[in-house]
């Protein structure tokens, strides 16, 4: 590789480091969305239960969630290129085991792996990325990473429709092989390591079990909430065991010289301003794809590849807003793109809530590519107020902490707006079918809950029932999913007033944003 060096100069190495990011957030941002539209065929293939499904991809999310702000805390520690290549050789690995899968068992392995290799990777793109461009121009390059990142959701769907059926589900894993190793070389090859020198290598093991343990249990209620029952006794003792796990974590890592959060980043405004932004947006945005995913495949009939194609115009359109966004917030400041793009995301998710039974594709089409523009407006913005209000030496823990909250804000998303779904469906079946249905309070309820897996259905209920059953379900449907869609207006409200009330213009100033002086010290003595 030695040949092409030259290639690579001081003024263009900031561009190739972008490029070598992207590349690794293509395959993790991919993989958030290209197993979905596997899943009937993986079912079919080893043989597995629905429980055995969700946990396909459910098993990702939880460890990907819970280890983003020690993956970037990592990097900050033992430097930020190697925790990156870790992950994706992390990643990659775990790819082929699951690629190989014998066993639905195997394959939630494998993605639990797949999730902890990202971790140390998504931080791990964003950190670096900060290390090599100046405040002045981070914008641009996160508008750019954040239009690769939609790149990615877009292609997804459409790409795992056609190797699920045309190839294998198998090779969905496969394709990240090559684009792993392609990944670690161009990191080895042009990205500089950088590390917090403020910080020594102590790593705060204690604060890594504590925070794991709070996350794990809250993360895991959210995903099961719906399941078990948000009042049952197994996720009241989840959530107990995440508060206690959060107020010792503040203890001990008030009293730690290396924390793994350092909660001095909160002093910022901008900072707090992000994140609950961060929050927000993935709460609204992950709800409203899982919904009007299962919309689309259970009311319009579309197919899977085909629903996920009817995405194509929100993630083409943020591909697109992303950058100019990110070249806006250079030039004006993150605070009234993120204003604006949250606002049209508010007008989105309205649109959608006036969704009925005759709705077509043609008539919530402009919802998607307002949300697509909203989010675009939204996203580099937000990330580039984060990262300019913190250290350069602290980029690793920021984007750690910001990639969380994004994570936990769609988890949240997801399980709120199913459990207010589900509530609704419930209400809609018994003022519907009223006494003649024939269903009982449980069986309306374990109903509701079916609308939202795709096949709903009863068991020993008469072929003429069952078909009025399913005319009241897909009214139903719709009902939830207008409730639901409401409630994602009122937090995007929310987020509308965070962006205008806690983010400002201008970028914070810090010291070591130049190089140090005994760096520079050193860099003389080499010429000399």
């Not at 794809?289 to 194509?312: P, S």
């Not at 523009?373 to 902490?401: D, E, H, R, Y």
């Not at 079918?433 to 069986?443: A, C, D, K, M």
Request: proline share 3%.
């Amino acid at each position: 590789m030695s040949r092409y060096q030259h290639l690579i100069t001081d003024e263009n190495r900031k561009w190739w480091t972008l490029g070598a990011m992207c590349l690794a957030l293509f395959m993790v941002m991919l993989d958030n969305t290209v197993v979905n539209v596997a899943l009937p065929s993986i079912q079919r293939d080893l043989d597995t239960s629905i429980s055995g499904l969700e946990w396909i991809v459910n098993g990702y999310t939880l460890s990907f969630a819970v280890l983003l702000a020690v993956g970037g805390r990592i990097g900050d520690i033992f430097g930020r290129r190697r925790a990156f290549v870790f992950g994706v050789v992390v990643f990659t690995v775990a790819s082929t085991t699951a690629g190989f899968a014998p066993d639905n068992f195997s394959l939630v392995a494998s993605r639990v792996l797949q999730g902890i290799g990202a971790a140390f990777m998504m931080p791990g793109t964003l950190s670096i990325i900060t290390d090599a461009f100046p405040p002045a121009e981070r914008g641009k390059a996160i508008g750019t990473w954040a239009g690769v990142s939609a790149l990615a959701l877009a292609i997804g769907p459409v790409l795992g429709g056609f190797l699920t059926e045309h190839v294998s589900w198998r090779a969905i894993f496969y394709i990240n092989l090559p684009v792993g190793i392609l990944a670690v070389l161009a990191a080895l090859f042009v990205v500089r390591e950088s590390r917090d020198t403020t910080v020594g290598r102590k790593v705060d093991y204690l604060g890594v079990g504590i925070l794991t343990i709070s996350l794990t249990a809250l993360v895991l209620a959210l995903i099961e909430g719906n399941t078990w029952g948000w009042g049952s006794a197994s996720v009241i003792a989840l959530i107990a065991v995440s508060i206690v796990s959060l107020i010792a974590f503040v203890v001990t890592e008030n009293r730690v010289t290396a924390p793994i959060i350092e909660f001095g980043l909160f002093k910022s405004r901008n900072f707090i301003g992000s994140v609950v932004v961060a929050f927000i947006i993935s709460f609204a945005m992950m709800g409203v794809f899982f919904f009007l995913a299962l919309y689309m495949q259970n009311i319009l009939d579309y197919t899977a590849l085909e629903a996920g194609v009817r995405f194509l115009p929100t993630t083409l359109v943020i591909m697109v807003a992303a950058p100019i966004s990110g070249r806006l917030a250079d030039r004006i400041g993150p605070r009234w793109p993120i204003v604006v793009g949250m606002t049209l995301i508010a007008i989105s998710l309205y649109l959608f809530s006036t969704i009925e039974d005759g709705t077509t594709f043609g008539d919530i089409l402009p919802s998607f590519i307002i949300l697509g523009a909203g989010i675009g407006l939204t996203m580099s913005p937000m990330s580039t107020a984060a990262m300019n209000a913190v250290p350069k030496t602290k980029a690793g823990v920021a984007s750690g902490v910001l990639s969380m909250f994004r994570m936990v804000g769609g988890t949240f998303g997801v399980a709120a707006l199913g459990a207010l779904f589900q509530s609704e469906a419930k209400t809609r079946l018994g003022s519907t079918l009223g006494g003649q249905g024939g269903l009982s309070e449980s069986q309306r309820s374990d109903f509701a809950h079916q609308l939202t897996g795709g096949a709903p259905h009863l068991d020993g209920v008469p072929a003429g029932q069952a078909d009025k059953l399913m005319t009241a379900g897909h009214d139903a449907f719709v009902y939830g999913l207008s409730h639901a869609m409401t409630l994602s207006v009122g937090i995007a409200v929310v987020g509308v007033l965070v962006a205008f009330l806690m983010i400002s213009d201008r970028a914070e100033s810090f010291d070591d944003e130049t190089e140090p002086a005994s760096e520079i010290a050193d860099a003389a003595s080499h010429m000399a």
